[in-house]
């Protein structure tokens, strides 16, 4: 615990005495983030990445708003993960067991859309520093561990993200917030022996990873849970987690398979509730003054138009669309 730090330290040391949420809210795209042929029925729903960016155009987003990011390199996934993962991923020597657990196809597409949308939110922490806030429009793979991934998750995007965070000046712990429906278990123990980055999941117990691991908060939840307990939940959440960390910044997963209507989720949170949570995040931070990079997380409807709507509460929430 820093117990001299203030909260609000940021605002004058970064960004010189500018508001830290200022009018100006990042967002990051590439086309590629929906680019991806898979298998006919495969779970994963590809399309919606493109979805959430023509849904915030139609919402009134300008095509100027939003930033390309570049791939990550392959030196600094290194800061994260071993480098033989690294280069069988990136090579495709992978094993089909290793695959198989990533629950995606190899293809040199997907590399090239792996690659896009890691260095998508280790941009997006960049921007937040800069701007307060910014969100990707993908990310949050959770699963993702040292050597290997698992569901759907190939290098861990939130932990890069915290950790090149960690490099600018007055940046000292890095909270992560991880309200996707499954345990971010890979970050929990990728930043289990590392004190700047502090991390918080909520998550439902009878869900995947049937194994979880221990982040520095938990929060089991019971199958079923409605609004009103899971909001209070977030709430206890935030209030423990900034009182505990005093972070300095924060990385957000945004996941909204806790729906009602999600099916890999078993929670049964309503589309205003998601709209609510994310809103109770973004308003900690800014009461905290921390910056914070949102990511969208996990949310598996078969409609995409549906299953766009709810990922676009948080793009409300930010203030993005109305
Ligand atoms: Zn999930």
């Given at each position: ?6 909260p ?9 005495g500018t508001?830290?949420f ?8 590439h ?11 495969h ?10 960016k ?31 993962y ?10 089909d067991k ?10 040199e597409q997907?590399v090239k859309?792996?690659l ?13 520093i800069q701007?307060g ?7 949050g793979?959770?699963h993702?561990?040292?050597?290997f991934?698992?569901g ?18 007055g940046?000292?712990?890095?909270l992560?917030?991880?309200c ?8 929990a123990l ?17 869900n ?12 089991p ?11 209070y939940?977030v ?9 505990t960390?005093?972070?300095d910044?924060?990385?957000y997963d945004?996941?909204?398979d ?15 509730g ?13 009461r ?9 997380g996990g949310g ?9 709507e ?5 793009y409300r ?6």
């Amino acid at each position: 615990m820093k117990q001299d730090d203030q909260p609000t330290r940021l605002t004058n040391s970064i960004n010189q005495g500018t508001p830290i949420f200022n009018n100006m809210t990042s967002l990051v795209f590439h086309p590629i983030y929906s680019q991806l042929n898979l298998p006919k029925n495969h779970r994963f729903p590809i399309q919606k990445y493109q979805g959430i960016k023509d849904r915030l155009m139609a919402g009134g987003a300008n095509e100027r708003d939003f930033v390309q990011p570049s791939p990550i390199s392959l030196d600094a996934l290194q800061a994260v993960h071993d480098s033989e993962y690294v280069s069988s991923f990136t090579d495709g020597s992978i094993s089909d067991k290793a695959i198989r657990r990533l629950g995606m196809p190899w293809s040199e597409q997907f590399v090239k859309r792996t690659l896009h949308a890691v260095g998508g939110t280790v941009l997006t922490g960049q921007l937040a520093i800069q701007n307060g806030i910014a969100l990707n429009l993908t990310g949050g793979y959770h699963h993702a561990f040292a050597d290997f991934g698992s569901g759907f998750c190939v290098f861990n995007d939130i932990v890069l993200c915290a950790k090149q965070m960690l490099k600018t000046p007055g940046i000292d712990r890095v909270l992560t917030f991880d309200c996707d429906v499954h345990q971010g278990d890979g970050t929990a123990l990728l930043a289990s022996n590392n004190d700047a980055i502090y991390t918080v999941s909520l998550h439902c117990e009878k869900n995947f990873p049937a194994r979880k691991q221990h982040s520095n908060l938990d929060f089991p939840l019971a199958k079923g849970m409605t609004d009103d307990e899971y909001l209070y939940t977030v709430e206890c959440a935030l209030q423990l987690a900034f009182n505990t960390a005093v972070p300095d910044a924060v990385v957000y997963d945004a996941g909204v398979d806790i729906h009602e209507a999600d099916d890999l989720g078993y929670l049964q949170v309503s589309t205003q509730g998601v709209y609510e949570r994310d809103k109770l995040v973004f308003e900690a931070c800014k009461r905290h003054g921390v910056p914070v990079a949102a990511v969208i997380g996990g949310g598996y409807q078969r409609n995409i138009d549906d299953l766009v709507e709810v990922h676009a509460q948080l793009y409300r929430a930010a203030g993005v669309i109305a």
